[in-house]
C-alpha cells in the first residue's frame, strides 16, 4: 500500500491547522512548518475577546488557538516546530523540494537541517504588526522599545497590570486604535489617539465607542499629528510633534495595522504574484500564481482577515489539493 501524498503546510496559525485538519480528514500526510515553538500564530497572543467566532461564545482568541491546536494534536498531525523554510523550489518531477532549519533542543546554537518532498506546498505565515519604518524613523523609539515603554501591536494593551489613572498615547487611526482605545478607556485608562490622516480608516461603529468619552477627558483625538520624537520625561514619555506641541503619556502603543509575510527569501524562487501592498494573489481555490502552491489566511486575504475567514481558506484549498492529490496519487 502507498503512502499517502504529503503536503506541506507552512505556518501554524488557525488557517494552517485548518486545512492540516482537512487533510488529514481527505487521508493525506500534511505537516506543518512552525517557526514558533507552539502552535497558533498571531491568534496565540491576543488576549481580546473573540465575538465572531461561531460556536466559541466567551472565548478569546488566544483560547481560540489553543483549542484549535489541541485538535490537532489529537490527530497527531505531523508538526514541526521551531521551525524555518531556508528553501523552497519545483523539483524536475513537478513535486516540491522544501529544505527546513530546526531548532535542536538537544545542542543549542546547532540547527539542523531536514529535507522534504511534497505534492503540494501550502503558505499560511500570516502577517506581523507594521511598525518597523516608524521605529526606524522616529527618533529614540527603538530605545524606548528596549525600555517597555514602546509597544507594538494590540495584544499588550489587553494584558494585565495597566492601571486605572494610566495614560496611553496611541499611534494610529484604524479599526485597532479605536477599538483597543474604547477597552483601555473602560478600564480606567486615559487616552490620546495620534492620527498622521485628517480623518480616521476605522469604521463608524469604532469611532463612536470612543468618542463618547472625550466630554469626560478619558479620551483624546489628535489630528493630523505625526510624531517626530520620543524623549524621556522623568517616568514617562514625552511625544514631541510636528506641529511643535507635544504629548506626555506613560506607553505608547503603536498600531499601524499588518504586513503580510510574503517577503521572506525561501518563496522568492517561486516569484508569487502580490498585489501593491505584499499580498500574495490567489484564485477561488486559494491557489497562487505558481500551480501547486496555495496560500491560505491572512497572508493572501487583505479584505477580511479574521480566524473565521483563516479557517474557510485553510479548508477551501484542503479540498482542492485533495481532489487532485486523491485523483493523482498511486
Known sequence: MSKPPI????????????????LHNYELHPIIIERERALGG????????????????????????DAFRRHIAGLSVETWLAAQPRQLCRGPQGQFLLDVTLANAASPGVPSTRSLSAGAVVIATGTRFNSEEWI???????????????HVGPPWAGEP????????????????????????????????????????????????RLRKHESSGMARILAPRSV????EFSSRVRLLLDHGDHVEADHVL??????????EDWMAALALRQDGRGYLMVDGNMETSSP???????????????????IGTGTMAAREIGRRLRILAP
Open 7 to 22: 503536503v506541506v503546510i507552512i505556518g501554524g496559525g488557525p488557517a494552517g491547522m485548518s486545512c492540516a485538519l482537512w
Open 42 to 65: 498571531m491568534a496565540r497572543r491576543s488576549p481580546y475577546p473573540n465575538e465572531w467566532l461561531l460556536g466559541r461564545a466567551g472565548e478569546s482568541a488566544r483560547e481560540n488557538a
Open 136 to 150: 526606524t524613523h522616529v527618533a529614540n523609539a527603538r530605545r524606548m522599545v528596549e525600555q517597555g515603554r514602546l
Open 161 to 208: 497590570g495597566l492601571g486605572p489613572g494610566s495614560h496611553v498615547a496611541i499611534i494610529g487611526g484604524g479599526d485597532n486604535a479605536f477599538d483597543v482605545g474604547r477597552m483601555l478607556v473602560e478600564k480606567g485608562v486615559r487616552v490620546t489617539i495620534l492620527m498622521r490622516s485628517q480623518m480616521p480608516r476605522a469604521r463608524p461603529l469604532m469611532l463612536g
Open 228 to 231: 517626530r520624537k520620543l524623549e
Open 254 to 263: 503603536l498600531l499601524l495595522g499588518y504586513r503580510p509575510n510574503s517577503d
Open 292 to 310: 501547486g502552491v496555495f496560500a491560505v489566511g491572512d497572508v493572501a486575504n487583505p479584505a477580511h482577515p479574521c480566524i473565521a475567514t483563516a
